[in-house]
C-alpha cells in the first residue's frame, strides 16, 4: 500500500491523542477501512515509537520512578490481581514493557544485594516466572502480554514477520528462476553489511545488484535512517537496487530512483532477464 503524503499525514494525525491498544487500532481500521490492517499496525507502531522516544527522559528521572514505584505498592496492597501497572502505564502514557522494566528494576534494586544486570532483567522480561515476587511476576506479565508496541513479545512477533517476509522473497526469486546470494553466503565471503539478497536483474528499466525485504511500512523517519546505515553503504558497495516495504511507505520517498535505489511495496512482477521476459 503506497500512500501520499498526505494520506499519511491524516493517518499519524489520528494516532496523536489515542493509546497504544488493541481496541485503538480496531478503532483506526474503522476509520481507515481502505487500509490493510497490517499496514495500519506498522504506522501505529512507528508513530507510537516515536511519541515514546521523544517524552522517554521524563519518565526516568529518579522522582518519576520513585513515584511510579510508590504508586505500584500501594495499588497492589489493595487488590494484587488487579492490573496496577498496565492501568498506571496507561495514565501516565507510558508503554507497559517499559514501565515494567522500570518497576522491576526498582524492586530488584531494594531487594537484591547487587544491581541487576541487563541480560538479568531482560530474561525477567521474557519469563515472568523468574521475578521472586508472585505478584510482581503477574503484573509484569499483564504488561508484555498488553503492549503491542515494546516488549519481548513483540521483539519476536516482529523478527518472525521480518524472517516470513524474507523466506517469501527468497522463493520468489527462486520461482523466477532467478540466480543470487543470500545474506549468510554474502557474510561467509567477509562482507560484514549485507542486503538480504544480490543479484543483477533489470526493474522497470533500472538494473538492480540487490534486494533489500522490510517487513514494515516506510514512513520518512524509517526510510532516512535506513539510507543512512544501510541503503547508502550496499549502494556504494554493490550498486543499484531495490528495497521492498511489504506493508507500504510514503509515495514522496521513492525519490532516488535515478541515483540508484528503488522502493516497491511488493516484489516486481515485470521482471526481465537478460534472455527473456518474465510474466
Not at 491498544?21 to 495500519?40: G, I, N
Not at 515514546?52 to 500501594?74: P, V
Not at 514512513?219 to 535512517?225: N, P, Q, V, W, Y
Amino acid at each position: 500500500m503506497i500512500l501520499t503524503k498526505a494520506q499519511y499525514d491524516e493517518i499519524a494525525q489520528c494516532l496523536v491523542s489515542v493509546p497504544p491498544t488493541r481496541q485503538s487500532l480496531r478503532k483506526l481500521k474503522q476509520r481507515f477501512p481502505s487500509q490493510s490492517q497490517a499496514t495500519l499496525l506498522s504506522i501505529f507502531s512507528q508513530e507510537y515509537q516515536k511519541h515514546i522516544k521523544r517524552t522517554h527522559a521524563k519518565h526516568h528521572t529518579s522522582e518519576a520512578i520513585e513515584s511510579y514505584y510508590q504508586r505500584y505498592l500501594n495499588g497492589v496492597v489493595k487488590n494484587g490481581a488487579a492490573p496496577v501497572l498496565l492501568d498506571l502505564a496507561n495514565e501516565v502514557d507510558y508503554a507497559p514493557s517499559l514501565m515494567a522494566r522500570l518497576i522491576l528494576e526498582r524492586f530488584l534494586q531494594e531487594h537484591e544485594e547487587t544491581p541487576p544486570s541487563k541480560s538479568i532483567i531482560n530474561s525477567m522480561l521474557r519469563d515472568p516466572s523468574q521475578i521472586p515476587d508472585g505478584v510482581l511476576a503477574n503484573q509484569v506479565y499483564q504488561c508484555i502480554v498488553n503492549d503491542c508496541c515494546y516488549g519481548p513479545l513483540v521483539d519476536c512477533i516482529k523478527h518472525a514477520i521480518g524472517h516470513e517476509h524474507e523466506v517469501l522473497l527468497r522463493d520468489l526469486l527462486l520461482e523466477k528462476n532467478l540466480s543470487f546470494l543470500d545474506e549468510d553466503q554474502l557474510r561467509a565471503k567477509g562482507y560484514d553489511k549485507t542486503p538480504d539478497f544480490i543479484l543483477q536483474v533489470p526493474v522497470e528499466g533500472h538494473i538492480i545488484h540487490w534486494i533489500e525485504s522490510k517487513a514494515s511500512f516506510g514512513d520518512e523517519c524509517s526510510h532516512h535512517a535506513y539510507l543512512h546505515d544501510q541503503f547508502w553503504s550496499y549502494w556504494n558497495r554493490f550498486g543499484p537496487g531495490l528495497v521492498i516495504y511489504w506493508y507500504g511507505f510514503i509515495q514522496e520517498l521513492d525519490c532516488n530512483r535515478e541515483r540508484g535505489i528503488l522502493l516497491k511495496a511488493c516484489f516486481p512482477t515485470n521482471i526481465v532477464t537478460l534472455c527473456h521476459s518474465i510474466a
